[in-house]
């Protein structure tokens, strides 16, 4: 796990600062916390989102050649656990968390945002510094209440990923994206099952869209209408049941961009990603705001 902190020239609220942890993607199969396609330097954009007053992390997860699905679940859900554990030493809000995925990352994300608390996503024999007994009040070694060990967040972002694996064949196939028929498509290496032959709790428990229950935080959606890796169409879907949920949700299709908002030439592709973070950022501003005091 990376961290990016605010500068020193950046005020520290009295409760610390929100964090928001990016989920790189990679079909579950390929990347790494310090690189984000198309982004040339993305530790260098951590460190810029940092400087607006965040705590940046970017984790690692392990990849389906190593594990099959829930493990990707589970370690997200330990990295939230392990820094709102650790919220006081990284100068982080424990009551201010949101997680950002792209591609394969995004599908993480939203079940991350989709699942608080949820059993079979608990990491396994996870040991965890300043930990109290969950729903026992204990003072830290600062003389201050020590954070819980939830893994819920209060926002998420999700780029361009898949919500729902049990109608992603179909919705591929209509689109002309990339095929899900056969078993070495991502998802079904991620899952260790084809689609047609897996037991549909399988397929429900890595998909937001049938994890989705009303107290999911707010969520950003994104995504581009040109994408042949990933049907945009998954994403319509989500945005769909949020809205029957009533949670809030804000919905934005990039006209002519692919997968990861790559455009037709470079400068398409910097206008789209561009485009992106700057809705995110104000999505941010205003779903991990401080709290008002009293």
């Given at each position: 796990m990376d961290i990016y902190s605010p500068p020193p020239s950046v005020d520290k609220p009295q409760a610390g600062f929100p964090m928001?942890?990016?989920?790189?993607?990679?079909?579950?199969?390929?990347?790494?916390a310090q690189t984000s396609n198309?982004?040339?330097d993305f530790p260098q954009l951590l460190a810029e989102i940092a400087a607006?007053?965040?705590v940046v992390s970017s984790v690692n997860y392990r990849l389906s050649g190593e594990a099959?699905?829930?493990?990707q679940g589970q370690d997200i859900k330990a990295a939230l656990r392990y820094l709102r554990s650790t919220a006081h030493d990284y100068g982080i809000d424990p009551a201010r968390f949101a997680t950002w995925g792209v591609s394969a990352g995004a599908q993480l994300s939203a079940i991350a945002a989709t699942t608080c608390g949820v059993e079979d996503l608990q990491p396994e024999s996870q040991i965890l510094p300043n930990l109290p007994v969950l729903g026992v009040p204990e003072l830290d070694r600062h003389g201050e209440m020590r954070s819980n060990n939830s893994d819920c967040v209060q926002a998420a972002i999700a780029w361009s990923g898949v919500y729902d694996m049990s109608t992603l064949t179909d919705q591929a196939r209509l689109a002309g994206a990339m095929s899900r028929e056969l078993g070495t498509a991502p998802e079904w290496r991620?899952?260790?099952c084809i689609s047609g032959a897996c037991p549909q709790d399988k397929l429900a428990s890595a998909s937001a869209v049938q994890r989705l229950s009303n107290d999911a935080p707010p969520i950003l959606l994104m995504t581009g209408n040109?994408?042949?890796?990933?049907?945009?169409?998954?994403t319509?879907?989500?945005a769909g049941a949020l809205e029957v949920e009533k949670i809030p949700h804000e919905l934005v299709i990039i006209a002519g961009a692919g997968h990861n908002f790559i455009g037709q030439n470079a400068t398409e592709t910097r206008r789209s990603t561009q485009t992106a973070l700057d809705h995110m950022l104000t999505?941010?501003?205003?779903?991990?705001?401080?709290?008002?005091q009293g």
């Open positions: 928001l942890m990016f989920i790189h993607g990679g079909g579950w199969a390929t990347g790494d198309p982004i040339a607006q007053g965040y099959k699905w829930p493990a991620l899952l260790g040109a994408d042949k890796i990933m049907p945009y169409t998954q319509l879907e989500f999505f941010l501003s205003i779903h991990l705001a401080p709290k008002p």
